[in-house]
């Protein structure tokens, strides 16, 4: 029986303008979801709500037995830490570094070894060794989802993680995502603009007048 690893309550969330309220959805174990909608209609907002980053108006959110938003900080960095990766919108690399000195940290700070693997799955082993900031935007991107990986997270956040890349390179790292939950028992929320990669999740969540509905 799958268990759930996420379970959101009720949330809501406004800026200069309400972006959504009675927001519920949980994230299985092996679950993977998908999160569509126009640009600007939160999509980004509650991800990182839902990872622990920014607090919601109202509701709540479970992470792995946690109330996220009543636990002291130290816990929640912790959880942050080790048990969740998040794929930004826009990849927070070190960029004078190295990729690989980049996936170091993560790993590092996750206690966890690097599986080195990972770099040849996602075609950027020739590369890695290569300062960040010599590096194609679609292979930063890459970079990003090695280096999240690498901290064997049970919860994977990623935000447009195929934004900047072509269709092959898309589906590679979709199957690398789905690869890594099915065999983790992890959790995927993945925000995306494209439906050949939200389908491939298995639920497909639409944000749309300000409510989070399901998809077919
Ligand atoms: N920290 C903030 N302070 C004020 N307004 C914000 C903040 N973060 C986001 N917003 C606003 O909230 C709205 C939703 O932003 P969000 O990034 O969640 O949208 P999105 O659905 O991810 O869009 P996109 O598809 O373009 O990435 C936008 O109008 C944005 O300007
Ligand atoms: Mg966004």
Same mark, same amino acid.
Request: with cysteine; hydrophobic share 40%.
């Given at each position: 029986?799958?268990?759930?690893?996420?379970?959101?309550?009720?949330?809501?969330?406004?800026?200069?303008?309400?972006?959504?309220?009675? =927001?519920?959805?949980?994230?299985?174990?092996?679950?993977?979801?998908?999160?569509?909608?126009?640009?600007?209609?939160?999509?980004?907002?509650?991800?990182?709500?839902?990872?622990?980053?920014?607090?919601? &108006?109202?509701?709540?959110?479970?992470?792995?037995?946690?109330? &996220?938003?009543?636990?002291?900080?130290?816990?929640?960095?912790?959880?942050?830490?080790?048990?969740? /990766?998040? =794929?930004?919108?826009?990849?927070?690399?070190?960029?004078?570094?190295? /990729? %690989?000195?980049?996936?170091?940290?993560?790993?590092?700070?996750?206690?966890?070894?690097?599986?080195?693997?990972?770099?040849?799955? &996602?075609?950027?082993?020739?590369?890695?060794?290569?300062?960040?900031?010599?590096?194609?935007?679609?292979?930063?991107?890459?970079?990003?989802?090695?280096?999240?990986?690498?901290?064997?997270?049970?919860?994977?956040?990623?935000?447009?993680?195929?934004?900047?890349?072509? =269709?092959?390179?898309?589906?590679?790292?979709?199957? =690398?995502?789905?690869?890594?939950?099915?065999?983790? %028992?992890? /959790? &995927?929320?993945?925000?995306?603009?494209?439906?050949?990669?939200?389908?491939?999740?298995?639920?497909?969540?639409?944000?749309?007048?300000? %409510?989070?509905?399901?998809?077919?």
């Amino acid at each position: 029986m799958s268990k759930a690893l996420l379970i959101a309550k009720n949330l809501s969330h406004k800026f200069d303008y309400l972006l959504y309220k009675n =927001v519920s959805l949980s994230i299985n174990t092996s679950q993977s979801i998908a999160v569509m909608g126009r640009s600007g209609s939160g999509k980004s907002t509650l991800l990182h709500t839902l990872a622990g980053l920014i607090e919601p &108006l109202e509701g709540s959110v479970e992470m792995l037995g946690y109330d &996220l938003y009543n636990i002291s900080e130290s816990q929640k960095e912790l959880l942050r830490r080790e048990k969740t /990766g998040i =794929v930004f919108q826009q990849h927070y690399l070190f960029k004078g570094m190295s /990729g %690989r000195g980049n996936v170091e940290i993560a790993s590092m700070l996750a206690k966890q070894n690097i599986d080195e693997s990972i770099f040849k799955f &996602l075609q950027i082993e020739k590369v890695i060794d290569q300062k960040v900031s010599k590096l194609s935007g679609g292979q930063q991107q890459r970079v990003s989802l090695a280096r999240v990986l690498s901290k064997r997270p049970k919860l994977i956040f990623a935000d447009e993680p195929t934004g900047n890349l072509d =269709v092959e390179s898309s589906k590679l790292v979709m199957e =690398v995502l789905l690869d890594y939950v099915a065999k983790n %028992r992890a /959790g &995927l929320l993945i925000v995306t603009h494209d439906i050949d990669i939200a389908k491939r999740c298995d639920r497909v969540y639409y944000l749309k007048e300000h %409510r989070l509905i399901k998809g077919d």
